[in-house]
């Protein structure tokens, strides 16, 4: 099994200038390549792969305007040109977009195959020797490869990939069905107790802080001193925020993993939410980074993660009679049930219906629904000028993925 972790790294500047100097070694190579397989695909329709690319280094660093290269790892330029690699094939097989051109003026990175070690309180890197760092836990296993990164406030990184054994233990403990919000992050229901988890809204929180940071900036000249160093506050408060969540969503999934042995949570069209006028909250929370999080961790300990339909109507269900109560709205956060006159939290209800629904996928591992049908469901918002456009695809069986989880096709 692999697994990886991030360090800080305290490079001293000899062992900063000779980053900076790989970093644009890597840089140059990956756009000298990219522009030449460019150009050959124009001209004969085939580019190039990567053994063409190394044998053709191999003889660019013997050329005397290029002797510079030899300064930097080979390892980290074979690498370069084996991402470049496997970025065109992502490429032609539609996961990714076309491969750009790198610039200096971005976060700068390079990767490490070989030859590092850690070594007391740093990292032997190589060409560079024992670069200081904050390692905070023991390492067992294989280093793969380290990944040495340079932000946008000049803080180096190390991101550490390791080979571990696989263990798996029998996981025992509760299931839990979660629902997904704004208002509340997660509201978690274990089968006897209900309890909500607020939200950290980070971007919210330092708005003003890089309103007015970002105000000073627009009247800086272009190309001054003065506006580097706004350029780099600016992207300290960009750096705040994003600290903000990597420090939250791992400690609630972790949380949540150890207190449960399954999850149940609803399969969200995060694309089409981030569309509405709620966008900013909803990429704020980050519901797909959470359930991903949930998913690997549970994955390790030998646990499950079920994810609902997202047409399942488990806000609208009563979870006591089972009435369907379709004239409830994005506003209404309680509501009392027509037929049995249960008083509802909206968020609590959908957790307990969510629950419930996993046990059944559980119980008879399909997806459909026996009592409710995803077809007639409304998956738009639509407004009285507007035709109401409803789903017409139905239901098919899910299948039990090898990562553990159940979800729905």
């Not at 900076?20 to 460019?38: A, D, M, P, T």
């Not at 510079?68 to 094939?89: T, Y």
Request: with cysteine; aromatic share 8%.
């Amino acid at each position: 099994m692999l697994t990886a972790f991030k360090v800080r790294l305290y490079p001293n500047k000899e062992q900063q200038a000779a980053l900076i100097q790989n970093f644009g070694c890597c840089r140059f190579v990956w756009n000298y390549y990219l522009n030449k397989s460019n150009t050959q695909y124009q001209e004969t329709g085939k580019g190039l792969s990567y053994c063409d690319m190394a044998t053709d280094l191999t003889q660019l660093k013997k050329q005397e305007e290029f002797l510079w290269l030899k300064d930097a790892s080979s390892s980290a330029l074979q690498q370069s040109l084996n991402n470049l690699e496997v970025a065109f094939k992502n490429f032609f097989e539609h996961r990714a977009k076309f491969p750009k051109f790198k610039s200096r003026h971005k976060k700068q990175s390079l990767r490490y195959p070989a030859g590092c070690s850690i070594k007391g309180n740093g990292i032997q890197l190589p060409k560079l020797g024992i670069v200081k760092a904050v390692i905070s836990k023991k390492i067992s296993g294989k280093i793969k490869s380290v990944t040495v990164s340079k932000d946008s406030t000049d803080k180096y990184f190390a991101a550490i990939l390791l080979e571990v054994e696989d263990v798996l233990t029998n996981k025992e403990g509760k299931i839990s069905g979660i629902d997904l919000g704004l208002s509340s992050l997660v509201t978690v229901f274990d089968g006897e107790t209900t309890y909500k988890v607020d939200p950290i809204k980070p971007t919210r929180k330092y708005a003003k802080r890089l309103r007015c940071r970002q105000k000073s900036l627009s009247r800086k000249k272009l190309g001054s001193s003065n506006r580097k160093k706004q350029v780099k506050r600016v992207a300290k408060v960009h750096q705040k925020i994003a600290n903000t969540r990597q420090d939250f969503r791992p400690n609630l999934s972790h949380q949540l993993v150890s207190e449960n042995q399954t999850l149940v949570v609803e399969n969200l069209c995060i694309k089409g939410l981030a569309r509405t006028k709620l966008a900013k909250s909803v990429l704020d929370a980050g519901f797909g980074t959470l359930v991903n999080f949930l998913g690997y961790k549970l994955e390790r300990v030998g646990g499950i993660i079920v994810e609902v339909d997202r047409l399942f109507p488990s806000t609208k269900l009563c979870h006591c009679c089972k009435y369907k109560n379709d004239s409830l709205t994005l506003k209404d956060r309680k509501w009392v049930c027509p037929k049995c006159q249960t008083h509802h939290d909206r968020d609590d209800n959908a957790a307990k219906n969510l629950r419930e629904e996993g046990i059944r996928i559980l119980s008879t591992n399909t997806v459909g629904h026996t009592e409710f049908q995803a077809c007639g469901e409304t998956v738009r918002l639509t407004s009285n000028s507007a035709r109401k456009r409803v789903s017409k695809k139905q239901e098919s069986p899910g299948k039990l993925r090898c990562t553990g989880r159940v979800s729905r096709q």
